[in-house]
């Protein structure tokens, strides 16, 4: 198991929670008047969340959309609140000296004279995070920002829209108010950390966030389900939503192992929802039932997240949102296949021009009948296993 057993009756409550936080707070993007709770706090709409904001980075991915901004970056969540989302996803750590940043990988690798070296991230103090790659004072260089893939291989960390490394606080100063934040809790699955060192980096996170996020909407995740069981109990204005791969892989903590684990630890634990590998949702529909009946919000992520198809799918099987990496390419294709044709869009039907000659694009909002959908849902979990 990842984190030590938690007994969480024994942690004390955080003092800084505002008297007027609630879920009320998120007008633009959650009904008006929802009070705290399971039942009030479902996600009334399909969501659509950015991943690591624009999108995470594949650096060896032929498509170079994986590559056009850093990911985790104040640019790359500006980006993608360009477009229709209503949250961006990012992963949060604490440094040594009791700050939050905003780095996805448990380690910072760089090079120097010709040597490879990596450091744990919560091993270093804020000034030696932000000292590596870009700069934003000016004439200083920063240290080379390299990365590991999952085969192994070190490649350099070559984006075409670079940005420094920033701490939480800066997210929340620097980015467009209006966006919500999904923070991902980040921990390290080989290390058993001890509670203590868990409340302390916890009192570090929500004394930022309830000092900076202001009307913000916020959601906090983690994959581990004691952390997310702590985080609930230290502070009550935010929803909790568990991490899991949804059967995907195996983790010698069967709370991550299945749906059902997930839906059990949440009801344990008074969490507000789920965010499950999309796989993990399709290879098994029938947990989507009892979900609801649960009265758990349920959000997927995953690289079927990327195709609109597959988008469109769980928003007609009542999944409330999705986290992507192409933010623009599904934010559109949504838009065409969610929202109502009207007689100004011209039909279902536009003229493109393109290469000297005329082309017929076709917008169809797929249509399906409860009969087809049921037999859809059947046979995803096959398609799946491919």
Known sequence: ???????????????????????????????????????????????????????????????????????????????????????????????????????????????????????????????????????????????????????????????????????????????????????????????????????????????????????????????????????KKLQSTYPVFFLTNGGTELYYDVRRNSLEEAIKLCLEGGLQGIVSEVKGVFRNPGALTKIKEAKLSLLTYGKLNNVAEAVYMQHLMGIEGVIVDLVQEITEALSDMIKPTTAEDGGDKNLLEGDGKMQMQVKSKPEFSQRELSFLLKLIPELIQL
């Open 1 to 231: 198991m990842a984190l030590k057993a938690v007994h969480v009756s024994d942690v004390p409550n955080l003092d800084q929670v505002p008297e007027n936080a609630s879920l009320a707070l998120y007008s633009t993007r959650f009904s008006k008047g929802v009070e705290m709770g399971r039942v009030a706090s479902r996600i009334p709409k399909f969501l659509v969340i950015g991943h690591r904001g624009n999108g995470m980075n594949a650096l060896q991915s032929s498509d170079r959309r994986m590559r056009a901004i850093k990911e985790n970056s104040i640019a790359s969540f500006n980006s993608a609140a360009n477009f229709p989302i209503d949250f961006v996803e990012f992963d949060v750590q604490v440094t040594k000296d009791d700050c939050p940043v905003i780095f996805h990988d448990n380690f910072i690798l760089s090079e120097e004279n010709g040597t490879v070296f990596e450091r744990r991230v919560t091993e270093l103090c804020l000034s030696e995070f932000l000292c590596y790659g870009p700069q934003r004072e000016a004439g200083k260089e920063g240290k080379t920002l390299l990365r590991k893939t999952k085969d192994g291989k070190i490649v350099r960390w070559d984006v075409e829209k670079d940005d420094s490394l920033c701490t939480l606080q800066e997210a929340f100063e620097q980015v467009e108010p209006s966006l919500g934040f999904n923070i991902e809790l980040k921990f390290d699955d080989c290390i058993v950390y001890e509670q203590d060192y868990l409340i302390n980096v916890f009192q570090a996170i929500l004394q930022v966030v309830f000092n900076y996020a202001k009307d913000r909407p916020i959601i906090f995740s983690s994959f581990q389900p004691d952390a997310a069981l702590l985080v």
